[in-house]
């Protein structure tokens, strides 16, 4: 086996700036890290892996990514006027491959909400599918498979 | 010598619901949620899943009546039976996944087995049991069931009457939103499940509001378009809320979609241009897409089915009590035994919008559900007012009581089922 460090070097840093924008709530720097045809998906059972033909927790396309985070900015929404923070990590990255230019890559994700009924966690595996893009990357498609997903979780208003 | 015994009133759970409001404390007393599990979810019929979840010979779904934990399955002669998920020996769950296919049912502890229909077939060294243990005698101890329309219900009360006659005025508006699959036998797609710290009562509340919708789901509103925003302006429309009797309430919030086999000739909605170009492109007929269009939505009306589902525009809605303060639901999607791929795609696709954990309604409705456990424990004393629309009612073609759209007609009825269940 030949670690590719430098590959895995960028796609960390990449997705930490993935997640550092999500809990920093800059929505629309996230938006653009995505190419139009991408897909956000967080499936309800794991095993799937149609997601087109099974329902998901969220299925978002470009259009729903925007609908979905003026929804999240705009106030209207009772469940965001709190302002839910989040913290989130990442580990355990592992490329699995780097076909084509596009790099998947999985890793371990712990994101932590602070709800005022206590504090929240969401343990989940992510897939990721990135294609390089200058000396960065964009995003083709994320599947964040929460622990729980399959059995019950709560409501959320920002996202994973 | 005597000595006084300071006797502390107190009111029953029945004693707290009055004609136009309930007592807080409802939503949070333990003692009120033991005796409900009791006196309500052991003492009429519950849902526990619809036909398509356990849809071949040996299929499975677990489900709760209350708290206990009960297996829903098809055995090979196509019955479907609901049985305790407790082994007839030392007790333990002998199926835990959420649903599957077996060939039986194996206690994992000393592996005694149980037919899809919950007969004991075998166990090992049976010679301890020589002359002390019949088989015949020792089966996952069957509910009583029946069926309407696809849904399965369950009883724990002997003499409860037959599930068509608790039905009673529900039946007609079940058939109505049966019609969701645009032609094709409704079938389950899957389900959202989420728990919320609130009591059972107040999504059962929720279900029959329309009252909230501009406020609570504006941002959804926002999220579609114009010709969508207006459907959803319904609260000055023609709707209304009808008590059916037996705690269950009907909620017409979009009169021209309650028949879905009705005003097929209507111009197919823009936000559905898509859907009709692709079902026709594959071949369906004029009137084939038409019916599939008209459906894709979902119906214009809320059924409340007391005390734990309901039949929600699109999807069915099952409640499942946790504790006093915590309720777990599940947001069951719908779409066509064999309809088209875009057709059960396009279900899906609108589902996630709203409901669930990532909807865009349901974390709003959750909010303001959250909001009202917490409120209730502010004060010694305190009422849910329930009394919305009680000096305008009137009467509906079935002879009901009927109050508008925006009424709290729905949890009145509620209510007053639950009271008499409770003042057994």
């Known amino acids: ?160 | 010598m005597t000595s006084k015994i300071e006797i502390k009133n107190i009111s029953t759970a029945a004693d707290l619901v009055k004609e136009d409001r309930v007592h807080k404390s409802l939503y949070s007393d333990p003692n009120i949620f033991e005796e409900e599990l009791d006196k309500v979810f052991n003492n009429t019929w519950v849902w526990v899943a619809h036909e398509s979840e356990v849809a071949e010979a040996g299929s499975y779904k677990t489900a709760k009546i209350g708290k206990q934990p009960v297996i829903v399955s098809r055995d090979r002669k196509k019955n479907i039976h609901v049985m305790e998920n407790r082994c007839r020996h030392r007790g333990a769950t002998v199926c835990e996944g959420k649903k599957g296919k077996t060939k039986a049912f194996t206690c994992p502890y000393h592996g005694w087995g149980y037919g899809l229909d919950g007969s004991l077939r075998a166990l090992p060294k049976p010679e301890e049991y020589e002359n002390i243990l019949d088989k015949k005698e020792f089966g996952l101890v069957q509910i009583r069931t029946e069926i309407y329309n696809g849904m399965v219900f369950a009883t724990l009360k002997e003499d409860m009457e037959p599930l068509e006659e608790f039905l009673g005025g529900a039946k007609k508006w079940i058939d109505l939103f049966m019609k969701q699959a645009g032609g094709y036998p409704v079938k389950t797609m899957g389900d959202h499940r989420f728990r919320f710290p609130g009591n059972w009562k107040i999504q059962l509340e929720n279900t029959t509001d329309a009252y909230h919708f501009p406020i609570v789901h504006k941002s959804f509103i926002t999220s579609v378009d114009e010709e969508a925003k207006e459907v959803f302006d319904f609260l000055d429309g023609e709707g209304f809320v009808e008590d059916l009797g037996n705690g269950h309430s009907v909620m017409v919030m979009i009169p021209e979609l309650v028949d879905l086999e009705a005003h097929l000739d209507e111009p197919i909605p823009e936000r559905y241009a898509d859907l009709a170009k692709e079902l026709s492109d594959e071949g369906h007929s004029d009137a084939e897409v038409r019916k599939l269009v008209r459906a894709v939505g979902g119906g214009g009306f809320n059924l409340n089915l007391f005390p734990n589902i309901a039949c929600s525009m699109a999807f069915f809605r099952n409640l499942v009590p946790i504790s006093a303060g915590e309720t777990e639901i599940h947001h069951i999607a719908i779409g066509g035994e064999g309809a088209p791929e875009a057709f059960n795609q396009k279900r899906m696709r609108l589902h996630e919008h709203f409901q669930g954990p990532m909807g865009f309604g349901t974390p709003d409705d959750g909010e303001a559900w959250e909001r009202v456990q917490a409120g209730s424990y502010a004060g010694e004393d305190g009422w849910i007012m329930v009394n919305r629309g009680m000096s305008k009612l009137s009467t509906s073609e079935d002879g009901n009581v009927k109050g508008a759209v925006c009424s709290e007609t729905g949890m009145r009825a509620a209510y007053q089922k639950y009271k008499s269940l409770m003042s057994r």
């Not at chain 1, 498609?141 to 622990?147: H, P």
């Open chain 1, 1 to 160: 086996m030949k670690l590719d460090t430098q590959l895995l070097a960028d796609v960390s840093a990449f997705l930490n700036v993935e997640a550092d924008m999500l809990d920093n709530k800059e929505y629309s720097q996230w938006l653009d890290l995505w190419v139009e045809s991408g897909l956000y998906i967080v499936p309800v059972d794991h095993t799937v892996t149609d997601y087109a033909n099974n329902l998901n927790v969220a299925y978002d396309d470009h259009e729903m990514r925007e609908l979905r985070i003026q929804r999240l900015t705009s106030g209207e929404a009772v469940s965001t006027q709190m302002s839910q923070k989040t913290v989130r990590t990442l580990s355990r990255f592992r490329i699995i491959d780097d076909i084509d230019g596009v790099v998947r890559v999985r890793c371990a994700y712990s994101l932590f909400e602070d709800n005022v009924n206590g504090l929240r966690t969401y343990p989940a595996n992510i897939q990721f599918k990135l294609v390089r893009d200058g000396g960065s990357f964009k995003v083709v498609e994320k599947v964040v498979k929460i622990m729980q997903s399959g059995r019950h979780l709560t409501t959320v208003s920002y996202l994973f």
